[in-house]
Structures are given as structure tokens and as C-alpha cells.
T-cell receptor, first 114, second 112 residues
Framework: SAVISQKPSRDICQRGTSLTIQCQVD?????MFWYRQQPGQSLTLIAT?????????ESGFVIDKFPISRPNLTFSTLTVSNMSPEDSSIYLC???????????FGPGTRLTVT | AQSVTQLDSQVPVFEEAPVELRCNYS??????LFWYVQYPNQGLQLLLK??????LVKGINGFEAEFNKSQTSFHLRKPSVHISDTAEYFC??????????FGKGTRLHILP
């Protein structure tokens, strides 16, 4: 298993600003993922972040809006840029361990854009 | 396209009664199957998983699920629920060599 922490746990931001969310894992992992969970919705994968390579973004998400860094095997950041109220959501970091397909999730960052 | 369907968005059930949360997926090719639970204001926690072998899988907190390949289903069950089981439950499927797909979730309401 893996223990994942995220910072901040929640934030209220103004339209047009940016917020960087941090994800820290207690062990080295190859694959990290960023998800968005809008109110009452399921999880939507934003991107996959592997250490040493560029993040791979899913359809509908672009690097200019959601830049991701993965400087080492235990840490990643997701930035939500030029925010609008539509970006209000919970952002979740997850990692995949050696067990096939099994993911562990952080507690999430609850973002409200006003 | 691959998909996961959770047939019920909300399920109310009385405390100590049994519950079944339904999940169907779109393809009968080799898959890995998961159930995750999300308690209020928390992240997702793995409840149980099916990778191979026995079709009946036991997880944490007294939950179990049965993989049915012919019906492409992976329903979650608990014989007697507790108020602490109030949460959102997500079924997830991973098709070999592909990313995980999550269902829309089922909110379990435990009635006193």
C-alpha cells in the first residue's frame, strides 16, 4: 500500500488566479495520476505523471491549463491555471503500486473558485 | 468504448439489513475489477479487488463481491450494514494494458 498526502486540503480562490496542489507519497512509485471529481460526479482522469517524462494528458485537458511536475519518485504537483468557477472541484492524486491496476488515493484538495 | 455502469445512484437501506450495489462493465475481455469507498470529505479507499482466481472476493469491513464473467458484472454485497457504512461506493474496471475506468458511484444511505 501507499500513504499519500495532499496540500492544501482546501482553498477558495479568485477567478483568474492559479493554484498549485502538492502530492507526497511515502514510498517511491513510478506512476502517479491526477483526477478531478466534480460535485456528485465520478472521477475524471486529468493526466498520468511518470517521473522523468512529460505528463500524458487525457482528452479535454491541456498542459497550459493543468501543468504538472514530477521531479522525483515520491512527489508531484498539479497547477490549475487561470481559474474559473467551472474549475471548482475536488482534485485527487493517486499512485499505482506494484500490484497490477491497484491505485491508492490521497485525501483530495477541495477547490472553490469565486 | 469501454465503460462501467453503476445502476443505482443512491441506495437507501435500513441498518443491519443486507445490501447489494450493482456494477456492470462493457466487455468480457480480461479485466481487473475494483470497488472503492469514499467516506464523506475523504479520498478513495480500496475496498476489494478481483485480479484472477476465485470469483468471490472478500474485502474490508465485511464487504464481498462476485465476479460474473458471463453477465459482465461485479456486484458488491454486505449481509448486514452499519451506520458507519454510509459513503459513496465506486466500481472500477481496468482492461489489460489500459487505464482504470470508474463508474459514476452509488451513494449508500443507512437508515436508522
Amino acid at each position: 500500500s501507499a500513504v499519500i498526502s495532499q496540500k492544501p486540503s482546501r482553498d477558495i480562490c479568485q477567478r483568474g488566479t492559479s493554484l498549485t496542489i502538492q502530492c507526497q507519497v511515502d514510498s517511491q512509485v513510478t506512476m502517479m495520476f491526477w483526477y478531478r471529481q466534480q460535485p456528485g460526479q465520478s472521477l475524471t482522469l486529468i493526466a498520468t505523471a511518470n517521473q522523468g517524462s512529460e505528463a500524458t494528458y487525457e482528452s479535454g485537458f491541456v498542459i497550459d491549463k493543468f501543468p504538472i511536475s514530477r521531479p522525483n519518485l515520491t512527489f508531484s504537483t498539479l497547477t490549475v491555471s487561470n481559474m474559473s468557477p467551472e474549475d471548482s472541484s475536488i482534485y485527487l492524486c493517486s499512485v499505482e503500486t506494484s500490484a497490477v491496476g491497484e491505485q491508492y488515493f490521497g485525501p483530495g484538495t477541495r477547490l472553490t473558485v469565486t | 468504448a469501454q465503460s462501467v455502469t453503476q445502476l443505482d445512484s443512491q441506495v437507501p437501506v435500513f441498518e443491519e439489513a443486507p445490501v447489494e450495489l450493482r456494477c456492470n462493465y462493457s466487455s468480457s475481455v480480461s479485466v481487473y475489477l475494483f470497488w472503492y469507498v469514499q467516506y464523506p470529505n475523504q479520498g478513495l479507499q480500496l475496498l476489494l479487488k478481483y485480479l484472477s482466481g476465485s470469483t468471490l472476493v472478500k474485502g474490508i469491513n465485511g464487504f464481498e463481491a462476485e465476479f460474473n464473467k458471463s453477465q459482465t458484472s461485479f456486484h458488491l454485497r454486505k449481509p448486514s450494514v452499519h451506520i458507519s457504512d454510509t459513503a459513496e461506493y465506486f466500481c472500477a474496471v481496468r482492461y489489460r494494458d489500459d487505464k482504470i475506468i470508474f463508474g459514476k458511484g452509488t451513494r449508500l444511505h443507512i437508515l436508522p
